[in-house]
Each structure stands twice: as structure tokens, then as C-alpha cells.
């Protein structure tokens, strides 16, 4: 009987010694696939279920992005790895989050627009969300809320509650976020009617609006890029 190895390993091993030596350089999106599914799939080849996933999502972002429903579905990945790979964005939306925690948001506004399309982009359900700065345009710790959750096309938003939470936090300025599931970025009537609404409320507190993000999965609407602020 041999004692070599199953060719896999060695081969998840080549994989983990590149990320070492390099990072993600190099890396094709399945081999990425490949390398986080060796930390929830420990006994199998995972080269093939990679492959799957990249053509069933098409890269990297639709993988992380899929529902559980969808994730377990896929033959090879059984019930621990779509909660394993949930983990791993859930992990990466915090540390951009952190990241922009005590950086002056104006100054680096990519960094937010990443962190909300990795956190609201994909998901089937209108959201709208609230960052929360201090004087210096910094996001405050543990600085965003969740203020409504709607349907595919809808959050109902009240200005009151905007501005409540806002003097709740101690906000000196607040970053409105919220996504379109599909997929389209520019804003409604509604959304600027909104955005005119929350500003006027704003700043019977002094409370500035420093910007209004549309995102989606891949791309990012500023009205203060645009103008409309």
C-alpha cells in the first residue's frame, strides 16, 4: 500500500504556501474559491466545486454575495461551507468598516462606497443605512445603523428617525446609504425628494449631510459627487 498523499493535498498545500509567499497575486477567482473552501471542506478535492461556483456566480463577489439557499444547492458543498464563506464576508464588511472608522470619510469617500456595496449591495431587499461622523468627518465606532429594511424596490424612510438617531449617536454629520436590488444606481424622484427632506431636517440641529450613497453589488451613486448636496 503507498503512502503518498492524496494528490489534493499536496495540492491545497502548493495553493496555501503561494498565498504566503504572494498574497492573492496571481490567484485566479475559482483558485481563491479553492483556497476558502480547503478551510470549510478539510477531506476533498475542492478544486471542482471552485470551478462550479465561478461559473455558477462568475466570480469572486457573486460567490460571496449567494444566499445559503443558493450556496447548498451547488453539488459539492454541503450545509457548513455556505455558513463558512457567509462568515468570511461578514468578517471582511467589519474590517472595512473598522478600517474607515477614524479616517476622514470625505478625504477617501472609495473606501465607504466599498464598504457598502460589500454590505448592502447584493442583498434582494431595499436597505437604508446611516454612518454616523464626528467634527473631523471621521465614521464614529461602531458607527452605522440599519434604520429600514423594505421590498425590492421600497424602504420607507422618516426623516424623524434620521435625526433622532443621529442626536443619539452625537453625530456631527451623517452618511446615507441605501441599495437598489436592481442593480440600477441612478436615483429616483424618491430618492432625491428624500435626500432634500433629511437635509432640510438636518439642519434645524446642525447635523450635515455629507453625502447620500446608491449602491448596488459593483457600483456606487454620490450625490455629493453628483451635485445634488
Known amino acids: 500500500m503507498s503512502d503518498d498523499k492524496p ?11 503561494r ?3 504572494s498574497g492573492l497575486d496571481g ?10 473552501l480547503t478551510l470549510a471542506i478539510p477531506r476533498s478535492d475542492v ?32 450545509n457548513v461551507t455556505p455558513a463558512a464563506l457567509q462568515i468570511i464576508k461578514a468578517a471582511a464588511t ?21 464598504f457598502w456595496r460589500m454590505r448592502i449591495g447584493a442583498l434582494p431587499n431595499e436597505v437604508f443605512e446611516v ?35 443621529a442626536l443619539r449617536r452625537g453625530a456631527f454629520a451623517l452618511v446615507l446609504a441605501h441599495n437598489h436590488p436592481n442593480g440600477a444606481v441612478s436615483p429616483t ?17 446642525s447635523v450635515r449631510v455629507a453625502d447620500h450613497l446608491i449602491v448596488s453589488a459593483q457600483e456606487t451613486f454620490s450625490f455629493r459627487n453628483a451635485g445634488l448636496l
Do not use: W
Open 94 to 114: 467589519l474590517y472595512l468598516q473598522q478600517s474607515s472608522e477614524g479616517r476622514d470619510c470625505l478625504a477617501d469617500p472609495e473606501r465607504l462606497a466599498s
Open 19 to 21: 498565498f504566503l509567499k
Open 27 to 36: 490567484f485566479a477567482d475559482y483558485e481563491v474559491v479553492e483556497l476558502l
Open 47 to 78: 478544486k471542482k466545486p471552485a470551478k462550479a461556483l465561478i461559473a455558477r456566480f462568475g466570480n469572486l463577489r457573486g460567490v460571496l454575495d449567494a444566499s445559503v439557499e443558493e450556496l447548498r444547492a451547488m453539488p459539492g458543498i454541503g
Open 7 to 17: 494528490h489534493h493535498l499536496g495540492h491545497r498545500q502548493r495553493l496555501r504556501q
Open 131 to 165: 454612518g454616523y461622523l464626528d467634527s473631523s468627518y471621521r465614521l464614529l465606532r461602531e458607527g452605522v445603523d440599519t434604520l429600514e429594511e423594505g421590498t425590492v424596490d421600497r424602504a420607507a424612510v422618516y426623516p424623524r428617525r434620521v435625526i433622532e438617531a
Open 189 to 205: 424622484e424618491h430618492d432625491k425628494a428624500l435626500t432634500r427632506a433629511i437635509v432640510l431636517a438636518a439642519d434645524t440641529v
